[in-house]
């Protein structure tokens, strides 16, 4: 995966977090949960509007399916309170919670038919049987299961499962649904698909989403926002294309998506434009997103490769966000070619470009001395 | 006729059938009573005559029995009580003895072997082992405790309720074995002990299901365990039984004084006899074995062990003085003439027995 | 495409394979089945073997018959001799009864060992098993020690002052039902362990997140899931419960009536083969048949 793929905009979104007098719908203040002596979530503070769909993503191990169970009830922070809805819900058993979970597993019940098995959760509300039939007739229609309602679970296909798990807890109602990596066990194809349909079922119900995920590519398709969490703790919270356009450490930068990474130490700001020298590269960067650095303090620069221009000719002005050298491999991705390019004190740089011309007509090949450049705008000065 | 340790182990033996080790020319195969011979008797006759010794054990005669029908059990000496053997031998399951070979013969008691010629004419086929009777045990500071008298002398303590009832709760024990019950019963009630009548038969069961209620258990090899650490007061006990719970209860920590009583109504008399299967895999090892057991000293030593008297009418004098001395185990003539036999009884009768045992015993 | 010869030898090849647990079940079950069958259809006599034989060569008047001679009146004293049937019923009531306090004992504990770490569990099935190690006799003697009246567990009631008298449980049907639920756990808490082990955590935790008080989690998700190691667990110890015959003699009094004590009986006491066969066969059709047509039902149900 060279590139993300663009940020999904097609539907017109409300952005509570921008409006300073919005009352967060889920509230994580300060929860810290220790195994032992590993703290799997550190001190973390949240706020989750509603009807968000919002995502957790980083690598395996960063606490992000810890924190989802402590929304659910399944664990007790260490410290800590979790609020929901204006509740405090820190003290509230799993099974008085006004959220549910979909298991990543799905946890379907083996012994119970699909039926059965979407109906188990009115059940303990002890509805009556009518409005249990309908709530289910209704969520089935919704997650297209029609005809398989007698089946038993091993009888279904990984995405039935899929639906019979989503469908069980949406019947509930939650004031927050909850899903750990929902999609973890689908192939890419049905992945991509059902990705959209989470997204026009969370639009259609207007609920409130929570979606643990390692697959930065699904956090930025289903999330109107997203925190990236690495040990424990929140690295940054934001809509997925400000996680992608100005990452806010290098963690972040190269987690999602991919990205070039250039030493480089504070030189000088005026107004919005700030320079950076690269000492490695020989050249000075400009950037037009300044952060507050002193003299000489060591800084990196992220370039995202998509935004580097590949040329065989030098560009205009040579004296910044240019560098040169030899193209030392291509990769053919289809869409996309990765040019891997070698400075001439050794560095690599990436820089990829749309194919938009056959293969056979690229003007660029192994061996060809090439002038990488790039944007003020696309230039990310990062402190850590 | 002992009885020792349980059932169930014989059990197994008896389901596999015929096999048996592997038959060596220099052996015999001795299947015998548990602890119902001084091993060392075993050890001195592979040492004088080099014949190995291949020694199993049973408790009780039904085990025996039904391995012996079922045939080849490879056995060459068994030792069932004469009522048993009397029906075995009409089976076909035993040998005659060739008495040429057995020139200790002489040895035997005369008069015990005419008593016994009732189950097997002419004593063609065994001898007598060792003998007993089936009376009373009881636990001397219990029952004194429990009715205020420690002189146990009728069968009233065990067959009337009205006492019964009184010992009840320190513990009643009674035979699992319906001959020798219903006989001892029979002759409580002054009828033929030995009779085969079912109304007859049924009287008794009706006297017994009157102190069923009152009676803990009915089994035969607990009740030596159960006297001698002093969980039950009185039982009916084969007599050599009733020696060694009254050994253990002497040598336990917590002490327990056991007596053993023929009852003034008499007792019912048995023999443990020696025979041969017809199908001995040894039979001259077999014959040269019960000339050995023949021998005055040897018989005798097996007495001192066992604590029972044999039928041997010279080794009888050799027994130790003490085992011999006590005359319910080694019955004097005033008590031999209390003592009395039955025969065995017919399939039809026996089945009538049992079922009435059943009755007595489970109340259906 | 799979030559002819090839397809042929897989043929043979999974005759053999499905001929194996038939030879077995031929050999070891059928085989001595019809051989107690044939016994119990003969007729009991002083002989050796103590019984005659259902097939006999008679000449009569110069000509050969094969006689067959099947005597039914074994099975009709089954029938007509309440002590069988009252036997039977209470050996079903005694071994049922034992059963379900097994099922009581040995959930909690396969629960406990399936909830521990799995680096614990096997130190655990070692424990389950280690009983094993000592004769099964000597373990049913132990009991005589411990429930006898002036026993350990008297001794211990009286001590702590619960009681004044010392109980009688020795030789009673509650020492039987101790013995048989000691005896049997093993078979009871192995099954039932193996299927729990095999439960994932996340279905309690799911029935947790849809309203379930745990306790109800458990009623619902655990107890029906865990069906067929309960299932193995009971028929395990049911089976041979009901034949018991050791525990009933040592520990039980002079009342409890099981099938296995009138086997014996029939067997060794009476010398009666063929009614002893005949017992024999009637607890085999009473309780395999319907046991067979059970587990058939069972497995209808799970192909629906």
């Known amino acids: ?384 | 006729m002992r009885t020792a340790l349980s059932v169930v182990a014989a059990l197994a033996s008896v389901l596999l059938v015929g096999a048996g080790p592997a038959r060596a020319a220099g052996e015999v195969r001795i299947y015998n009573w548990s602890d119902y011979i001084d091993p060392e008797i075993l050890e001195t006759f592979t040492a004088e005559t080099g014949i190995k010794v291949v020694y199993d054990t049973y408790d009780n005669n039904e085990i025996l029995e039904t391995k012996l029908l079922a045939g080849k059990a490879g056995y060459d000496i068994v030792v069932p009580t004469a009522t048993f053997l009397a029906r075995q031998i009409q089976a076909g399951v035993f040998q005659p003895l060739d008495k040429s070979k057995l020139p200790n013969w002489k040895y035997l008691d005369e008069d015990l072997h005419a008593r016994v010629a009732k189950f097997d004419p002419d004593n063609r086929h065994a001898f007598i082992y060792m003998w007993g009777t089936s009376g009373i045990a009881y636990n001397v500071e219990k029952v004194k405790k429990a009715l205020g008298t420690d002189q146990i002398d009728s069968w009233d303590y065990l067959f009337d309720p009205k006492y019964t009832n009184k010992l009840k709760n320190c513990g009643i024990y009674m035979l699992d074995a319906p001959d020798d019950v219903f006989a001892t019963v029979l002759r409580w009630q002054g009828e033929d002990p030995d009779s085969k009548d079912p109304k007859v038969l049924e009287k008794a069961a009706e006297a017994l299901k009157k102190v069923r209620p009152h009676i803990r258990k009915f089994h035969s090899s607990e009740t030596i365990n159960a006297m001698a650490g002093g969980d039950i007061c009185i039982a009916m006990m084969y007599s050599g039984d009733a020696g060694i719970a009254r050994q253990r209860g002497a040598e336990a920590k917590r002490k327990q004084e056991i007596r053993y009583v023929v009852p003034k109504e008499g007792a019912l008399l048995w023999f443990d006899m020696m025979a041969m299967p017809k199908d001995a895999p040894n039979p001259d090892n077999a014959h040269r074995f019960m000339n050995y057991i023949m021998q005055p000293e040897v018989i005798a030593k097996a007495s001192n062990f066992v604590t029972y008297p044999n039928g041997n009418r010279e080794g009888m004098k050799l027994v130790d003085p003490e085992v011999a001395s006590d005359p319910n185990l080694f019955p004097t003539p005033e008590i031999k003439a209390k003592l009395f036999v039955i025969t065995p009884h017919d399939q039809r009768t026996q089945r009538v027995l049992t079922r009435l045992w059943t009755s007595v015993t489970k109340g259906r | 495409m799979k030559g002819k010869a090839e397809r042929d030898r897989l043929a043979l090849g999974r005759l053999l394979l499905i001929g194996v647990p038939f030879a077995w079940l031929g050999l070891f079950f059928l085989l001595p089945f019809t051989i107690v069958l044939k016994l119990s259809l003969s007729e009991p006599a002083l002989a050796q073997p103590p019984y005659l034989p259902i097939v006999e060569w008679v000449e009569e008047a110069g000509e050969l018959y094969l006689a067959i001679r099947l005597r039914v009146q074994n099975y009709l004293t089954l029938v007509g001799d309440g002590l069988y049937l009252a036997a039977f019923a209470s050996s079903l009531r005694i071994a049922a009864t034992a059963t379900v306090l097994a099922l009581l004992v040995a959930f909690p504990i396969a629960l406990g060992m399936a909830r521990c770490p799995p680096r614990v569990r096997p130190f655990l099935l070692l424990a389950v098993m280690l009983p094993f190690w000592t004769s099964f006799l000597i373990r049913v003697y132990a009991w005589m020690g411990i429930l006898k009246d002036d026993g350990l567990l008297n001794a211990l009631l009286l001590t702590l002052g619960l009681i004044e008298e010392p109980l009688v449980i020795l030789n009673t049907e509650t020492a039987v039902l101790i013995g048989i639920v000691y005896s049997y756990l093993p078979f009871m808490i192995l099954p039932i362990f193996a299927n729990l082990e095999k439960h994932d955590p996340s279905l309690l935790e799911a029935a947790v997140d849809l309203g379930c008080r745990p306790i109800v989690a458990f009623w619902r998700i655990t107890v029906p899931l865990a069906r067929p190691g309960i299932l193995a667990g009971c028929f395990l110890v049911f089976i041979p419960a009901v034949g018991e015959f050791v525990i009933p003699d040592l520990l039980g009094g002079a009342d409890t009536l099981m099938i296995g004590r009138t086997l014996w009986l029939e067997f060794f006491t009476n010398r009666d083969w063929p009614l002893a066969s005949a017992v024999a066969i009637a607890m085999l059709l009473l309780l395999v048949v319907p046991i067979v047509f059970f587990l058939r039902l069972q497995a209808l149900g799970r192909l629906r």
């Open chain 1, 1 to 384: 995966m060279t590139t993300a793929r663009p940020v999904r905009e097609a539907r017109p979104r409300i952005e509570p977090w921008q409006d300073p007098d919005a009352v967060p719908f889920v509230r994580i203040q300060g929860v810290t949960k220790t195994f032992g002596e590993v703290y799997a979530v550190d001190n973390v503070t949240l706020d989750i509007f509603k009807g968000e769909f919002f995502a957790l993503l980083g690598p395996s191990g960063c606490g992000k399916s810890t924190l989802l169970r402590i929304l659910a009830g399944l664990e007790r922070p260490t410290s800590g309170r979790v609020l929901i809805d204006g509740q405090d819900m820190t003290d509230v058993p799993p099974w008085r919670r006004p959220v549910n979970m979909m298991f990543q597993s799905y946890a379907l019940f083996p012994h119970l038919s699909v039926r059965k098995n979407i109906a188990f959760g009115l059940e303990q509300e002890r509805l009556p049987r009518a409005e249990i039939a309908e709530r289910v007739a209704e969520v089935v229609r919704l997650v297209h299961l029609e005809g398989l309602e007698d089946r038993k679970p091993d009888q279904l296909s990984g995405g039935q499962k899929q639906r019979v798990a989503l469908a069980r807890a949406l019947v509930k109602r939650p004031k927050v649904l909850l899903l750990d990596e929902p999609l973890g066990a689908l192939d890419k194809k049905l992945r991509d698909q059902t990705q959209l349909e989470l997204v026009n079922i969370q639009d259609r119900l207007g609920l409130t989403f929570v979606i643990v995920t390692h697959d930065q590519e699904e956090a930025m398709t289903v999330g109107s926002r997203m925190a990236i969490m690495r040990e424990g703790q929140i690295a940054q919270i934001g809509t997925p294309s400000e996680i992608y356009e100005y990452p806010a450490s290098r963690f972040v930068a190269e987690f999602v998506g991919e990205v070039n990474l250039i030493e480089a130490r504070f030189a000088s700001v005026n107004g919005t434009t700030m320079r950076v020298r690269a000492p490695a590269l020989g050249i000075e960067i400009v950037t037009d997103r300044p952060v507050p650095a002193l003299p000489g303090e060591p800084l990196w620069v992220a370039v995202r490769p998509e935004k580097m221009s590949i040329a065989k000719t030098p560009p205009a002005e040579t004296g910044y966000n240019c560098v040169e050298g030899e193209v030392f491999d291509i990769e053919y991705l289809g869409d996309v070619s990765v040019y891997h390019v070698r400075l001439d004190n050794g560095l690599f740089l990436r820089a990829t470009e749309a194919n938009k011309l056959r293969l056979i007509e690229r003007p660029i090949t192994w061996e060809d001395r090439v002038w990488l450049s790039w944007g003020p705008d696309a230039s990310v000065v990062l402190k850590t």
